[in-house]
Every structure is written in structure tokens, then in C-alpha cells.
């Protein structure tokens, strides 16, 4: 699988923010994540119910349960300890971005194996 290192250094904050974020400085390093990871992720962010009257399957997907799942499953190493109550407190310009960067890093190469396919 592919990884990527990403960093975030202390020269992006003024003095009173450093008191804030220190504990994010450091290198983080994501990866993209497996079939089965993802299937895993999406599980475990879903509800199913049954609807009473038509007997009938019902599936939401949890776009916060999601996210935190995702960067969960693909966050291989941070400066802190990557537990889900760790991933709920990131503030939230960190969550978006490591969000952003391991669904850029997923995507990436989609295209090429679907063209390679579609050749044969």
C-alpha cells in the first residue's frame, strides 16, 4: 500500500496557538487503505434497520462516524496516540486536512487500473 509523510511544523502558528497545538507537531504518516479496511470502515459506520411496515432493509451511512473511521484506519503514525478520542478532539483545520489527504491518497490510481482494464 502507499504511503505518504505529511508535517506540520511549528512555524505555522503565532505564539498563542503553539500553546494550543503543540501536542500536533510533529510527522504523520498516512496510507491508503485496503479493500478490506474500507469495508471494515463502512460497517462500522453504517445503520441498518428494518422498516416495520415493508419488512424492508434500511442503510445510513454516518458521515461523522466515517471520517473518524477512515482516519483511523489509514493513520499509520502521528505525534499522539491515534485512538478515536484522539481523532474526536483533533482540532478541526487537522481533521479536515489529514481527512483530505488520505481521500486524495485512496483515490489516487483509480483511473489508471480502470483504463488498464477496460484495454483488455
Known amino acids: 500500500m502507499r504511503t505518504k509523510e505529511l508535517e506540520i511544523v511549528k512555524e505555522l502558528f503565532d505564539e498563542d496557538q503553539l500553546l494550543h497545538y503543540e501536542k500536533y507537531i510533529g510527522t504523520y504518516v498516512i ?21 416495520a411496515e415493508t419488512n424492508k432493509s434500511k442503510f445510513q451511512l454516518k458521515p461523522s462516524k ?33 481527512y483530505d489527504e488520505i481521500s486524495e491518497l485512496n483515490e489516487g490510481g483509480d483511473d489508471s487500473i480502470l483504463e488498464k482494464l477496460r484495454k483488455k
Open 66 to 98: 466515517t471520517r473518524i473511521a477512515t482516519i483511523k484506519a489509514c493513520l499509520l503514525s502521528a505525534p499522539f496516540e491515534v485512538t478515536a478520542g484522539e481523532l474526536r478532539d483533533l482540532p478541526n483545520w487537522l481533521g479536515e486536512y489529514l
Open 31 to 51: 496510507k491508503e487503505w485496503s479493500f478490506g479496511e474500507r469495508e471494515q470502515v463502512l460497517e462500522e459506520a453504517s445503520d441498518v434497520q428494518i422498516d
